[in-house]
């Protein structure tokens, strides 16, 4: 049970928060935003999603690479500091039916004031996105990777669970008059794992297996000319 409980605080930490910048920003573009969401639980009988917030940004270095962090707000709440960063490259642009494609690889970063350890994941999104409309806005599928380098867990147990996976989709809007850009988010969260022993009630669109991530986001582009 100990082995369940280790991965769902991983789960958990992974899923606090949406896809970092799934289409790049463009060059010399600077993005401000916040987000809101996390996995879904029972509460007093109802589905909710955990409160957590976070805020980030992200610059365009070129059309194609984006560099972006974020500041995970919850977690100072309870004594951590923690944040993300990484980068979203743009590997393959749409043509007709075929998608855009983006890889973004980051770090996610905590650090525990209380007992002063550290920790950190590796990570990895992969997303198919498709522009449509005169706004370019979006909608996309992909999945979310975390990598436990760990070789134990908290119970000192042989670490079972190195690889962990979270399919996702969502969707972007982009302001018509202004630039204020929207975005939705459901995340799959390690739909193979059994939660019927995890000490927190997640809920989960897959019954007993994983659980369900709802994100909101928004975020306020700026262009710097040079």
């Known amino acids: ?35 809101f969401g996390g996995s879904v639980i029972e509460y007093t009988g109802a589905p909710i999603p955990l409160p957590l917030t976070t805020i980030e940004a ?24 923690q944040m993300d960063f990484g980068a979203t490259f743009k590997v393959l642009d749409q043509k007709k039916y075929v998608p855009n494609l983006s890889v973004a690889p980051a770090f996610n970063f905590i650090y525990n004031f209380d007992d ?34 760990k070789k134990n867990k908290a119970d000192d147990q042989a670490q079972g669970h190195h690889w962990i996976f979270n399919p996702q989709i969502g969707h972007l809007l982009k302001g018509k008059n202004k630039p204020w850009q929207f975005s939705f988010e459901m995340k799959f969260l390690a739909p193979y794992v059994d939660n019927s022993t995890a ?16 994100y909101l986001g928004f975020r306020y582009p700026l262009t710097f000319k040079k």
């Open 199 to 214: 000490f927190v009630p997640y809920k989960s669109i897959l019954g007993k297996y994983g659980a369900t991530g709802i």
């Open 1 to 35: 049970m100990k082995g369940f409980i280790y991965l769902f605080i991983i789960v958990l930490f992974s899923s606090c928060a949406q896809s970092r910048f799934v289409e790049p920003l463009n060059k010399n573009e600077l993005s401000l935003g916040a987000g």
């Open 116 to 149: 002063k350890s550290a920790r950190l994941w590796p990570m990895l999104d992969a997303n198919a996105y498709w522009n449509y409309g005169k706004r370019h806005n979006y909608f996309y599928i992909g999945i979310n990777n975390y990598f436990e380098l």
């Open 58 to 81: 992200g610059y365009g270095i070129d059309s194609n690479i984006t560099i972006h962090g974020g500041w995970h707000t919850t977690a100072a709440f309870f004594g951590n500091f």
